[in-house]
């Protein structure tokens, strides 16, 4: 099945920096590629995705990368905000496939 | 919009119990999901349904049963709970298959003396 490997574990950024978070999947067949966040004692919740269509895709402060060939999705967030803060996870899934995979997660702070 | 609702937030079992979790969603949506977050291990899936009636099995399906009584609701059942287990029980659901957004329901926490 898919695996879904999240390179950064935690990563720690000032304030204004940039931060990107790396994952690679094996299923050559997925073509949704998620990302979602989780504030300190909350839940995740949505905030970017791409589809193997494109290559880039941008929502404000947020890009998220794909190359296909690598089999390499990344999330940049520039211009980064104490509220950033929080946990990130990737995840992969396939056309008509009802199981997406997660990555472990990034834990990242922005320091003031 | 909708909300997915996790009962109870806290829950506190002894070994060998039989523990149930419920999940109810208002979205309409047809899949809902299980997902169990461990520190350090991220969300691996233990049940799936994409339709009311409808279970399928995710990588840690062992120890839980699953039920999907309507379209709205997805229970989770601990079968014999497990001495020291603590972990965070994730509910999701997404409009079909899963190249849709899941939306999260905000957890049952599981702690078994």
């Known amino acids: 099945g898919e695996k879904v490997e999240q390179h950064e574990s935690t990563l720690s950024v000032r304030e204004g920096d940039s931060a990107v978070i790396n994952c690679t999947y094996t299923d050559t067949a997925s073509s949704y590629f998620p990302w979602y966040k989780q504030e300190a004692g909350k839940s995740l919740h949505f905030v970017i995705d791409i589809r193997s269509n494109v290559d880039r895709k941008q929502s404000q402060r947020l890009i998220v990368l794909l190359d296909k060939k690598a089999k390499r999705f990344s999330l940049h967030i520039t211009a980064t905000q104490p509220e950033d803060s929080a946990i990130y996870f990737c995840?992969?899934?396939?056309?008509?496939?009802?199981?997406?995979?997660f990555g472990k997660g990034t834990s990242l702070v922005v320091h003031p | 919009g909708g909300i997915i609702t996790q009962t109870p937030k806290f829950l506190i079992g002894q070994e060998g119990q039989k523990l149930t979790l419920k999940c109810q969603q208002n979205?309409?949506?047809?899949?809902m999901y299980w997902y169990r977050q461990d520190s350090g291990k991220g969300l691996r899936l233990i049940y799936y349904s994409i339709t009311e009636n409808d279970l399928q099995k995710g990588d840690l399906s062992e120890g839980y049963d699953a039920s999907r009584e309507k379209k709205s609701s997805f229970s989770l059942t601990v079968t014999s709970a497990q001495k020291n287990e603590m972990a965070v029980f994730l509910c999701?659901?997404?409009?079909?298959?899963?190249?849709?957004?899941?939306?999260f329901g905000a957890g049952t926490r599981l702690s078994v003396l």
């Open positions: 995840a992969a899934s396939s056309g008509g496939n009802y199981k997406p995979t």
């Open positions: 979205f309409n949506h047809d899949t």
């Open positions: 999701a659901s997404s409009e079909g298959a899963s190249q849709n957004t899941l939306y």
